[in-house]
């Protein structure tokens, strides 16, 4: 939470998509920016602080989660004000650059066209207005344009735009900070570990006059912009391209009641008809016993992000955890992402889940690694993200990036096969895969910048990342 003068600002995270939602109140009326589709954390904050919602505000058609916008104005008889250019399904306030809606007597958010992450995107900022009605900007809030040392990607509509928008993000950017005080707080939408945002940064606020010291979007010519982040974006995943569809269309607040319980048989039945049954416990307990053909996609870690990027859409999924507790994560999880409803799901232990014996692989360090490639031949698989194998590579390595790792199981070559990524989370993912398809894997759990430390040859440059 930040207080400033009169307001208040409720900032609602979620971590796993790397995304932020907002409340802001003045003590008695309040506005929200960007909610998630579980609206629930958002009545829940409006009740504790007694404050009543008038206006919910959206930046842009979202394409990394599926929006709580329309239903949270549905359930609280708000406004819901959406770009009037963009087109959609359902009815709203249309707002347009440069109008500005009054939100109880103490606050004015004026909405300023910052066109780059979508051609329609809008930014909103926020005055206060004091008792002898004097206008005091206060923040500004950007959605998917200026994020905190970086902005929004400009390549989510498909390549034909992407020269056109990310021009659009550079003129956008500097809109923002010519037309606002340096002092205004920036609070972005994305940007804290969305692939919604060009490039990652470890702050968690900022200012207009502190992006402008250190953003490349304000430090640097629009042609050095364009070129390196141009050259810095890698892949986005596969679900993005349902969620601006959904977003359009006005979706419902999710039902986040239990689904049917599954028996072992059942869940064998689901996993021979080609359904996903998803083991949501760490990587380290699923790499100790875990049912056949079950896939590891850890709580632990971006388990909506992950899932939704390798699945192909629409094919059920069964949820199994410790605790039931655990699955309705699990399942709030998914919702957001417009996995509306799991097809069943089984709580306990492992043993419960399959009518045989439990399977189980290795863990390992990358330095478990150094020492077998000098007594054995083995398959070492990199499922990083191309852009970071080519950034620093073990030797020898095949990379096949886990996104498409469901789809490619059959080029893995013969033989035992190692699976790394940078961190261990995605080599878990992956060897969950290649033992369900009947491989001899060993998952390692490690972080890659080890990898040299271990003595292992290395290509490249090696600059790990995260997952």
């Known amino acids: 939470m930040t207080d400033s003068q009169a307001l208040t600002v409720r900032i609602i995270e979620t971590p796993s998509l790397g995304d932020r939602s907002y409340l802001v109140h003045d003590g008695t009326v309040a506005f929200v920016v960007d909610p998630q589709r579980d609206i629930d954390r958002v009545l829940e904050v409006l009740q504790a602080d007694g404050v009543r919602l008038t206006h919910v505000f959206e930046t842009h058609i979202h394409n990394d989660y599926v929006t709580g916008g329309f239903a949270l104005a549905e359930a609280t008889g708000a406004a819901y004000l959406v770009n009037a250019a963009d087109e959609v399904s359902f009815a709203r306030t249309p707002i347009a650059d440069d109008e500005v809606v009054q939100v109880g007597p103490a606050m004015r958010v004026r909405a300023i066209a910052t066109p780059g992450h979508t051609f329609t995107h809008l930014s909103y900022a926020v005055s206060t207005i004091g008792d002898d009605g004097t206008e005091e900007p206060y923040a500004v809030f950007t959605g998917g344009s200026l994020l905190y040392g970086a902005t929004g990607r400009p390549d989510l509509l498909g390549a034909e735009h992407t020269d056109t928008l990310v021009r659009h993000q550079h003129a956008s950017a500097h809109r923002l900070a010519d037309e606002l005080p340096d002092a205004a707080e920036?609070?972005?939408?994305?940007?804290?570990?969305?692939?919604?945002?060009?490039?990652?940064?470890?702050?968690?606020?900022?200012?207009?006059?502190?992006?402008?010291?250190?953003?490349?979007?304000?430090?640097?010519?629009?042609?050095?912009?364009?070129?390196?982040?141009?050259?810095?974006?890698?892949?986005?995943?596969?679900?993005?391209?349902?969620?601006?569809?959904?977003?359009?269309?006005?979706p419902q607040a999710p039902d986040l009641s239990p689904v049917d319980t599954a028996d072992a048989g059942e869940l064998r039945r689901r996993i021979e008809a080609g359904e996903w049954v998803v083991d949501l416990r760490t990587r380290t307990a699923f790499a100790a016993g875990h049912a056949p053909g079950t896939f590891n996609f850890g709580l632990d870690g971006q388990?909506?992000?992950?899932?939704?990027?390798?699945?192909?859409?629409?094919?059920?999924?069964?949820?199994?955890?410790?605790?039931?507790?655990?699955?309705?994560?699990?399942?709030?999880?998914?919702?957001?992402?417009?996995?509306?409803?799991?097809?069943?799901?089984?709580?306990?232990?492992?043993?419960?889940?399959?009518?045989?014996?439990?399977?189980?692989?290795?863990?390992?360090?990358?330095?478990?690694?150094?020492?077998?490639?000098?007594?054995?031949?083995?398959?070492?698989?990199?499922?990083?993200?191309?852009?970071?194998?080519?950034?620093?590579?073990?030797?020898?390595?095949?990379?096949?990036?886990?996104?498409?790792?469901?789809?490619?199981?059959?080029?893995?070559?013969?033989?035992?096969?190692?699976?790394?990524?940078?961190?261990?989370?995605?080599?878990?993912?992956?060897?969950?895969?290649?033992?369900?398809?009947?491989?001899?894997?060993?998952?390692?759990?490690?972080?890659?910048?080890?990898?040299?430390?271990?003595?292992?040859?290395?290509?490249?440059?090696?600059?790990?990342?995260?997952?």
């Open 303 to 467: 388990f909506a992000t992950y899932l939704g990027w390798l699945i192909e859409w629409g094919t059920p999924v069964t949820l199994l955890g410790e605790t039931s507790e655990d699955v309705a994560r699990a399942q709030r999880e998914l919702v957001r992402i417009g996995i509306d409803r799991p097809a069943a799901q089984a709580t306990g232990d492992p043993t419960s889940w399959t009518t045989g014996e439990l399977t189980s692989y290795p863990t390992a360090t990358f330095a478990d690694l150094a020492q077998v490639r000098h007594h054995r031949r083995v398959v070492v698989l990199d499922v990083r993200r191309t852009d970071e194998h080519r950034a620093g590579a073990v030797e020898g390595a095949l990379n096949i990036p886990l996104h498409e790792l469901p789809r490619r199981t059959g080029e893995v070559p013969a033989g035992e096969v190692w699976v790394h990524c940078a961190a261990g989370y995605r080599a878990s993912i992956g060897a969950s895969f290649l033992d369900a398809a009947g491989r001899t894997v060993v998952a390692v759990d490690d972080a890659f910048d080890q990898a040299r430390a271990a003595g292992l040859p290395m290509v490249g440059t090696e600059e790990p990342d995260a997952g």
């Open 186 to 250: 920036v609070y972005p939408t994305h940007g804290f570990g969305s692939f919604c945002s060009a490039s990652q940064s470890d702050a968690t606020s900022s200012t207009l006059g502190q992006e402008k010291r250190s953003n490349p979007v304000l430090t640097q010519d629009e042609e050095t912009y364009v070129r390196e982040l141009l050259a810095g974006l890698s892949a986005w995943p596969a679900y993005y391209a349902h969620m601006a569809p959904r977003n359009s269309a006005g």
